[in-house]
Every structure is written in C-alpha cells, then in structure tokens.
C-alpha cells in the first residue's frame, strides 16, 4: 500500500464521518411525534399589577415551546409557495386562576 493510497482512505473515512454526523445532526432536529405532549404544567392566569385601570388585568403565565426545522421534501412539492423552514410552537393556554 503505498503513501497516497493510505491518504486517500483516510479522507474517505474522514468524510464519511463528517456526512455521518451531519445526518444525525439533521435527524435530531426533526420534530418528535409526542409534540402536542408539550404542554406547560406551570401554566396559569395571574393578575398583571402594572396594568391600571377600573377593572384587574389578568394574563397567561407560563413557558412557550418552539422550533424551526428544514422542511421535508415531500411537502416543499406540495406548497404553492415553498417555505425552506418549518416551525412548530407551543404555548401554555391558563386552565386556572391565581391572585
């Protein structure tokens, strides 16, 4: 085996990693199907004291869930202007109240 052969096999496996990693780079940031599982548990309406007024403000508290993702191929055909980027949020909806 001589010199350059020896290089060019280790910059084949080196670019196989480097495709490897890549991939699973893009597998992970695909969404997860349990997404709508996301909800806040913490989540609830509280009184907002900094707003006056003749009535109590109350606002919705709590985390927010989002992210962004290339789009599948399959549905970048479907779309009658294709967006690149997918993105999926979650937010917390107040189920009870708290003064």
Excluded: W
């Amino acid at each position: 085996m001589t010199c350059a052969a020896t290089m060019q096999s280790v910059k084949s496996a080196g670019l196989s990693l480097l495709l490897m990693s890549f991939l699973l780079y893009v597998a992970d940031s695909y969404p997860s199907m349990d997404s709508p599982n996301m909800a806040c548990p913490e989540c609830a309406l509280r009184r907002n004291n900094y707003l006056h007024g003749d009535r109590p403000i109350y606002q919705c508290v709590g985390c927010c869930f989002s992210r962004a993702y290339p789009t599948p191929f399959s549905s970048l055909k479907t779309m009658r202007i294709p967006k690149n980027i997918t993105s999926e949020s979650t937010c917390c909806v107040a189920s009870r109240r708290y003064e």
